[in-house]
């Protein structure tokens, strides 16, 4: 079913939504998350147009207003006004949501749906959750009960402690783990041009491969880096 237009609701107004509901910037498509609220909005005819959908590339399309990106003002828009934040589990949009009080519903992306690259969400949403930073949902079931707990609580039930310096280490984490999935594919594309250059001399053999060459083989996984660090 085709995304619903903002114009056609009043999500998009003054009042601003009470549920949003964000995917993130990832190129892999979230399309769970996004069928996963669209069977809470089939429940909940009479708040569709209190629900806002930012669902990328899924190929999902959520039946309630909603968008495929949105420049990083208007997102921050519309949490400043939300009063449940539902996300993906990526921890810069986990930190916006601390920063305006939210205690937010998350669903982590997984590896073998093809959500993402690896499984350090889940790991680092296990995390959170057990110290009660984030309500984690793993069923369609758990994330209706948890938005409706949330919309329910409030902003009141939100983080509690210094929320800024928390937001800024898990950014900091953020920033580390997107490094960490893009060196294999420096390298990848650091040896495909080194294989297409000239060969040695003859006589000269090619040196062997030093650290650089090896590094793929070796390199730190995200979710071993999470577990040191945390």
Sequence with gaps: MPAVSTGSCHAGGAAGPRIVVTVGTDHHPFDRLIAWTND?????????????????????????????????GRLAGLLDRADVVVCHGGPGTI????????????????????????????EFCAMLAGHGHIRLARTPEELGELVLQAAAEGRAAGPRGPVTDTAAAVERFAALVDALIDQPRRLRRRGARGAGSAGTAPGHPRPAPGPVA??????????????EHR
């Excluded at 569709?48 to 899924?58: D, E, I, K, N, W």
């Excluded at 090896?214 to 577990?227: G, K, V």
């Design 40 to 72: 809470w909005v089939r429940g909940h005819r009479e708040r569709t147009g209190l629900v806002f959908a930012q669902y990328g590339t899924s190929r999902v399309r959520p039946e309630c207003p909603g968008e495929p990106m949105l420049p990083a």
């Design 95 to 122: 930190a916006e949501a601390w920063r305006r009080g939210h205690l937010p519903v998350v669903v982590p992306r997984r590896r073998r749906l093809g959500e993402h690259v690896d499984d350090h969400q889940v």
């Design 214 to 227: 090896q590094a793929p083989a070796s390199a730190p996984n995200p979710t071993t880096a999470f577990r």
